[in-house]
């Protein structure tokens, strides 16, 4: 499906506007409704730890839409998205156990501590393009991993640093009704910018640059909006997971984790609103599912993934929209 389909700003073209036309209204719903019954079920049907795997899916899918409004929409592939959400856990962190916040008033000053860090580094790394902004984002990725591991005073380094948990306890099932609320009201939010006129201009900006400046689009600014956004989004959800699971490491700064993101993305479909829920509930279930096969998982999952893009590259949601298309029915001449 195109970008405008998926968020109504446009009316589709071609033969899927026929199938989208025959769809009720009541059909349409059920594609919401029914993952949120599903969404909130899910602690009647798995156990403690299925739980605790679902809410690590959701930690990655809020992360996998926050950077897909900045790679998939705007056409900005950063590789520091997972450096934000480190940045939003340790802050909030800090806030809490040094100044005595509140958990609650912790994760707020890790959100907008990493909102302030995405809009400086957007406002000196977003005037380049492609391979540039790539490696500029994973330099200050990297760079903050080893901050972290070496002021070993301030962070414990490797040790790790014990902080207070979110609900005040471990049980997965409360932590778990905060992260579904969390993906719930980050979908919400970029739903919101793609059916506005920021969503408009992003694209535009995606597909050509000089071509939106010529139409009188602040192709900085925008950009700079984005990138600022989807920083702030992944400093709340790093804080909120931070104080989940109650211990920070290093180690969840690594490059591993922005692979993951990008691999969930692109596995449920980039440049999809639901793609990077798809994906990250897919790759999370199937990395769980090869934790037994010990180093050989990780070569499954990547073979996995390699065989999916080459069957079909629009990614998993792509694949069900045209299998829906071809199995429902034909419209009448």
Do not use: C
């Not at 589709?12 to 769809?23: D, K, N």
């Amino acid at each position: 499906m195109g970008e405008l389909r998926e968020v109504g700003t446009a009316p589709v073209p071609g033969p899927a506007a026929a199938l989208i036309g025959r769809i009720r209204p009541a059909a349409r719903r059920s594609w919401v409704v029914l993952p949120a019954a599903l969404a909130l079920a899910a602690p009647l049907l798995l156990s403690s730890y299925g739980v605790h795997v679902a809410i690590v899916a959701l930690y990655y899918a809020v992360l996998g839409a926050s950077w897909n409004l900045v790679a998939g929409y705007t056409g900005q592939f950063s590789l520091a998205h997972h450096a934000f959400a480190g940045l939003g856990a340790y802050a909030s962190a800090g806030a809490v156990l040094a100044l005595g916040f509140p958990v609650w008033a912790g994760i707020v000053v890790g959100t907008l501590a990493a909102a302030l860090s995405g809009y400086l580094l957007g406002g000196l790394t977003l005037r380049m393009r492609g391979i540039y902004l790539a490696i500029t984002t994973w330099a200050f990725a990297e760079s903050f991993r080893i901050l972290l591991a070496v002021n070993y005073q301030v962070t414990r380094g490797d040790m790790g640093l014990i902080v207070p948990l979110l609900m005040g306890t471990l049980d997965p099932v409360p932590n778990y009704y905060v992260f579904v609320g969390l993906t719930a009201g980050v979908l919400l939010l970029s739903a919101a910018v793609l059916r506005s006129k920021v969503g408009l201009r992003i694209r535009a900006i995606r597909d050509d640059e000089e071509a939106a400046a010529v139409r009188g689009i602040d192709v900085v600014r925008w950009k700079k909006f984005v990138f600022t956004l989807s920083a702030a989004i992944a400093g709340l959800t790093g804080a909120v997971y931070g104080h989940y699971i109650g211990l920070l490491a290093p180690s969840q700064v690594r490059f591993t984790e922005m692979a993951f993101i990008i691999i969930s993305v692109v596995l449920g479909g980039f440049r999809s609103f639901w793609g990077p829920v798809v994906g990250a509930v897919v790759a999370e279930g199937l990395a769980e599912a090869l934790r037994l096969s010990g180093e050989v998982r990780m070569v499954l999952f990547g073979f996995f993934v390699i065989v999916l893009m080459r069957a079909y590259p629009a990614g998993l949601v792509g694949l069900v929209a045209a299998l829906g298309q071809r199995l429902g029915p034909r419209p009448k001449p």
